[in-house]
Structures are given as structure tokens and as C-alpha cells.
């Protein structure tokens, strides 16, 4: 292997703003302590909240890197003590609570994957922050069944597009929600059963005539705001809300008669700030039931772009367009 540097490559905000504000930086390479990896990273995923943060909104929790990223893949270069699963060389994909748009990240071992079968590492930093928010979401605090009816807002972003695909594989029924009838076009590509155009259809009523007035069981949303209520309207008896954005605010005025009338649960996750104990339980999970899909290319992250570093603030231009379908990667090595 070639000698580790002391000295990388990396992307700052020294100052909250526009995409401008990412700004390459000279950074020290992280040292792999108790039971972490150092992955010298090839491709790190674009992701919402990594626009959050350059805007201000999104600070890291307490002890992570300051430096955006919530996902890669790479390769082991390094072994912190402890840390016996992966051995240097291993090809790897890993989420992290940031760090990600740099040469190097240190990583603990048990929020780190082998590469899925069949991926290359350009897919495979595609799917952490996404599948594993997926998973964590819709079949563990959703607990989407087979036969159920599940409705994702946002069918085409990395998150939809994940979230269509493990919920068909599943068995369920999907509606999908869009802008515009080209990415409407590719969430029923992906298997959606219902796609609507949010821009000219109105979703709780084509929602309620899908179900035949039932309902939908499952609802992952990434927009808030006056959706909170309209999930409400369309969600069936027993229905499940899934929290995980807030694009059109996290403060509405609701009537919560339909939650009490309809025995709702709304509920709702964010994975940065969770304990790496707790990501490693998903991670596990995961492996378990996602793993063989992405190996036998059941389900597969959607690529849309890839963007060298130095031009991180183009990708952040690209995503908050809105026109991308799937995934936008950063090209590190």
C-alpha cells in the first residue's frame, strides 16, 4: 500500500452560504482510534442535509467532523486497534456524521459495509445515507408490510428512488409523488405503481382514488409543511406518517382530530446525531435484509451525476435545481 499522507485534500465552509461557500482546505488525515477504519475515500454522495449545513442549518453533532459528507466508498488503508472485521485493502462503503468530501476518513467499523456485489464505488458511495435511511424509516419505524399501500413524497430524489424499489422488492403497493411528468415517468420506471404529478394533480385526491377511499398505510415525507396535514387526509386507519425533512417548514398549523380518529402514528428519525452503537444496529440490519438485493441487482442506487471535489459547490447547485433523478456523487480519488 502506498504510505499514508499527514496532509489532505478537503472541502470547508468557512462561512455558512450560498454553494460558494464550500471552499477547498488543506486538512490533517485522520488517525483511526479504538475500533475505526481509515478509508481513503474514491466517492462520497451528495446528500439534503449536507446543503443544510453549508447554509448554516445543519450544524455536525457534538465530536463529528466539521467537514460535510455522510457517506463514501473507498478503500481500507488503515486499522485503529480493535478493529478486526475489514482488513486493509478491503473495498468498503460507510455512513458517517461527516467527513465525507475528503481524501480520507476515519470511520468506526461497525457503521462500515463491504461493497455490494455487482456496485462499483461510484454506486456503492450512492447508498449508505439513503438505504439505510430507507430501511431504518419505512421498515422499522414504519413497519411497512407486504400488501400495504406505502406513499413516498419526493419519488425521484435519492432517498425516493431508494424508497420505491425496497418497498416494491417488499411487496408493497407505491405511489410515488413528483414535478413534472418526466420524473414521473421514472418513479414508475422504478416500479412505482401510482405516480403524481404534484405540479398539476392533486395528491390526496388521486391517493384516496388509488385506495379506493382506504387510505394509505405508510407515508415517508421529506417536505412537511402543509403536507403534515394532507398526510393525514389520505393515510388509512392505523396509517403511519415517517418524518424525515422539512423542505416547506417544520412549523404548520395542524388539526390533529383525523390523528386521534384514525389512530395515526407520526413519527420520525434523523440518523446524523444517532450513537455509532445505534447506527451499527441499522448497519446490521441492513447487511441482513438489503445487502442480498443490492447483490443480485434487485434494487440498485439511481446515478445521476458525479462532480470532481473541487467543483463540490457545482454538485450543491445541481441538487438544489431540484432536476436531478437519483443520486449525485463526488469524485475524490
Same mark, same amino acid.
Given at each position: 500500500m502506498t504510505a499514508i499522507p499527514?496532509?489532505?485534500?478537503?472541502?470547508?465552509?468557512?462561512?455558512?452560504?450560498g454553494p460558494e461557500a464550500l471552499v477547498i482546505e488543506e486538512r490533517p488525515v485522520?488517525?483511526?482510534?479504538?475500533?475505526?477504519?481509515?478509508?481513503?475515500?474514491?466517492?462520497?454522495?451528495?446528500?439534503?442535509?449536507d446543503v443544510? /449545513?453549508? /447554509?448554516?442549518?445543519?450544524?455536525?453533532?457534538p465530536g463529528a467532523s466539521d467537514i460535510p459528507g455522510l457517506e463514501i466508498s473507498g478503500v481500507v488503508v488503515a486499522l485503529g486497534d480493535e478493529a478486526r472485521r475489514f482488513r486493509v485493502g478491503d473495498a468498503v462503503c460507510a455512513l458517517l456524521s461527516g467527513g465525507g468530501y475528503a481524501e480520507y476518513a476515519a470511520v468506526h467499523a461497525s457503521n462500515v459495509l463491504p461493497v455490494p456485489?455487482?456496485?462499483?464505488?461510484?454506486?456503492?458511495?450512492?447508498?449508505?445515507?439513503?438505504?439505510?435511511?430507507?430501511?431504518?424509516?419505512?421498515?422499522?419505524?414504519?413497519?411497512?408490510?407486504?400488501?400495504?399501500?406505502?406513499?413516498?413524497?419526493?419519488?425521484?430524489?435519492?432517498?425516493?428512488?431508494?424508497?420505491?424499489q425496497l418497498a416494491k422488492v417488499f411487496g408493497a403497493k407505491v405511489i410515488a409523488t413528483a414535478g413534472g411528468a418526466e420524473k414521473c415517468a421514472a418513479c414508475r420506471r422504478l416500479g412505482a405503481d401510482l405516480a403524481i404529478d404534484y405540479r398539476s394533480e392533486d395528491f390526496v385526491t388521486a391517493a384516496r382514488s388509488f385506495t379506493s377511499k382506504r387510505g394509505v398505510d405508510v407515508i415517508l415525507d421529506m417536505v412537511g409543511g402543509d403536507y403534515i396535514q394532507k398526510n393525514y387526509e389520505i393515510a388509512a386507519d392505523s396509517g403511519r406518517i415517517v /418524518?424525515?425533512?422539512?423542505?416547506?417548514?417544520?412549523?404548520?398549523?395542524?388539526?390533529?382530530?383525523?390523528?386521534?380518529?384514525?389512530?395515526?402514528?407520526?413519527?420520525?428519525?434523523?440518523?446524523?446525531?444517532?450513537?455509532?452503537?445505534?447506527?451499527?444496529?441499522?448497519?446490521?440490519?441492513?447487511?441482513? /435484509?438489503?445487502?442480498?438485493l443490492l447483490g443480485d441487482g434487485r434494487v440498485k442506487p439511481v446515478m445521476f451525476a458525479n462532480f470532481p471535489l473541487a467543483q463540490a459547490n457545482k454538485a450543491h447547485e445541481l441538487m438544489e435545481t431540484n432536476t436531478h433523478i437519483g443520486k449525485i456523487i463526488l469524485d475524490i480519488a
Open positions: 499527514t496532509k489532505m485534500r478537503a472541502i470547508g465552509i468557512p462561512t455558512p452560504g485522520p488517525v483511526p482510534g479504538p475500533g475505526e477504519v481509515l478509508i481513503k475515500i474514491a466517492h462520497a454522495g451528495v446528500n439534503r442535509p443544510l /449545513q453549508r /447554509q448554516g442549518g445543519y450544524p455536525p453533532p456485489a455487482g456496485l462499483t464505488l461510484a454506486e456503492a458511495a450512492g447508498v449508505p445515507e439513503t438505504f439505510f435511511t430507507v430501511w431504518h424509516n419505512v421498515f422499522e419505524r414504519g413497519a411497512l408490510k407486504a400488501g400495504e399501500v406505502f406513499l413516498v413524497h419526493g419519488g425521484t430524489s435519492g432517498i425516493g428512488t431508494t424508497a420505491i /418524518q424525515i425533512a422539512f423542505l416547506r417548514g417544520p412549523k404548520v398549523e395542524v388539526d390533529f382530530r383525523r390523528l386521534m380518529l384514525k389512530r395515526l402514528t407520526h413519527t420520525g428519525s434523523t440518523l446524523r446525531i444517532r450513537t455509532v452503537a445505534e447506527k451499527a444496529e441499522i448497519t446490521r440490519a441492513v447487511e441482513d /435484509q438489503v445487502w442480498p
